[in-house]
């Protein structure tokens, strides 16, 4: 069943935002629970999220990496990282 049938189901109230839903930004700073599954890496930002939202997020997203200290257990810079669809650095101090 999907995540949002799922919670209308218990009686939340859902909002569900798609690739052109206009504005998701002030949708998403209004929720109190965010569930992240748009198939794009890092797609929310920081300051999206209101303090104290609880977010979850799904995503996984293989992105060329670009940061030297990414290793393999060899040594070697890998060539991929794996991202969520949050930019987990920008969301995690809210």
């Not at 569900?16 to 206009?22: D, Q």
């Not at 060539?79 to 101090?93: A, H, L, Q, T």
């Amino acid at each position: 069943m999907p995540i949002c049938a799922l919670l209308q189901s218990m009686n939340g109230t859902v909002t569900c935002c798609h690739s052109r839903t206009k504005d998701t930004a002030e949708k998403c700073r209004n929720a109190d629970i965010i569930i992240a599954a748009v198939g794009k890496a890092e797609y929310v930002r920081g300051d999206w999220i209101k303090p104290g939202a609880v977010v979850i997020d799904v995503g996984i997203n293989r992105v060329e990496n670009k940061d030297p200290k990414e290793k393999t257990k060899s040594g070697k810079m890998k060539k991929y990282v794996m991202k969520g669809d949050v930019n987990f650095d920008e969301v995690r101090s809210r």
